[in-house]
């Protein structure tokens, strides 16, 4: 019979919790949720629009958007529950991809609650987008704080205009733009959009540059499609400042990159699904909403009803993997 080498030691395992670790409630929210959420809440918004363009009545857009509320405060209130319980997993979110564009999200789909309110309390819509749009400004003044310590050793800053997923941080503030303009505060929403579109032009050029010269890994390409979102929101802003041939050519820009990327859906989507898919639907969303303010009703209906049948599909997906824990785990949620 063989013996155990000299000074050998079996391998110590840890006793077994009795009893078993349960998860706190709400402990683990997965905040991807929001960065599908997003968007799937501005699709009454502008379904709103096109029923007003063709005369028709809204009330379908407006019960849509009801549902939807409802649905945000539930998951905002699950996101708030994890955060208060440990403020430090914010951290742990900034260091994986999809929980940092979901936290940016919520913050964006919080300006989207506040539009999304205003016909009925515009007092309340107006508070509600500040806050979103403050605390949007604060998340990303601390995530900056703490990826320029790391920056200062690793001496390598190309993600930050490379990665698609940044857009959510520069074009996400432009969400407030025409709320700030209906109130009067035209040179705050013109100092906002001057800040938020300088990096996100940047970043875009920089990803089509990326795009040329290197692979993207096939997991993350649906999130190139947010590079999207900066075009149509600028042609929106535009739009709000009254500068209509300029956000005539964006709108026309935003259009032919949704083209090329709808030509392009195989190569996107080949890594098959996961929740990044969420981000690809806030950005063709926001093309359908510059094209019904910009006159085209017809081709924004047909855009819309497109991403919604999108939306809806990926939602479902994502959202049945929450409750049970399986999304979490998909996307390496940190528990509070």
């Not at 699709?43 to 709103?48: A, I, T």
């Not at 009330?59 to 955060?83: D, K, P, S, T, V």
């Not at 009803?305 to 479902?316: E, G, R």
């Amino acid at each position: 019979m063989s013996q155990d080498p000299a000074e050998f030691r079996p391998k110590r395992f840890p006793a077994p919790e009795f009893p078993p670790h349960q998860t706190r409630i709400f402990a683990r929210t997965p905040p991807v949720i929001f960065t599908a959420l997003a968007g799937l809440m501005s699709v009454p918004l502008v379904l709103r629009e096109v029923l007003i363009a063709t005369d028709l009545p809204v009330a379908a857009a407006e019960m849509a958007a009801g549902i939807l509320l409802a649905f945000w405060l539930f998951c905002i209130f699950a996101l708030i529950a994890r955060i208060v319980r440990r403020p430090s997993v914010i951290t742990d979110d900034f260091r994986v991809i999809v929980s940092r564009n979901g936290l940016f999200s919520a913050m964006i789909s919080g300006m989207i609650a506040g539009q999304m309110i205003r016909p009925l309390w515009p007092a309340i819509s107006l508070g509600l987008t500040l806050v979103a749009l403050v605390s949007h400004l604060g998340l990303a003044l601390v995530f900056f704080t703490l990826a320029w310590r790391k920056w200062r050793e690793a001496g390598s800053h190309s993600w930050v205009w490379r990665d698609p997923g940044m857009q959510l941080i520069y074009a996400g503030p432009l969400v407030a733009v025409p709320a700030l303009i209906g109130q009067g505060w035209t040179g705050a929403a013109l100092g906002l959009s001057v800040i938020c579109l300088v990096p996100a032009g940047l970043a875009l050029l920089a990803g089509l540059i990326g795009l040329l010269r290197e692979q993207t890994p096939a997991p993350l390409r649906p999130m190139l499609v947010l590079h999207l979102a900066p075009v149509a929101l600028c042609a929106i802003v535009a739009l709000s400042f009254g500068q209509e041939t300029l956000a005539a050519v964006l709108g026309l820009a935003a259009h032919i990159m949704l083209f090329v990327i709808v030509a392009a859906a195989g190569w996107l989507g080949r890594a098959g699904f996961t929740p990044i898919w969420g981000s690809a639907i806030w950005p063709v969303v926001l093309v359908a909403d510059s094209l019904v303010q910009g006159g085209a009703t017809g081709t924004s209906a047909a855009v819309l009803l497109a991403v919604s049948v999108f939306a809806a599909v990926v939602c479902w997906r994502i959202f049945r993997l929450w409750p049970k824990g399986r999304l979490a785990d998909m996307t390496n949620t940190g528990e509070a």
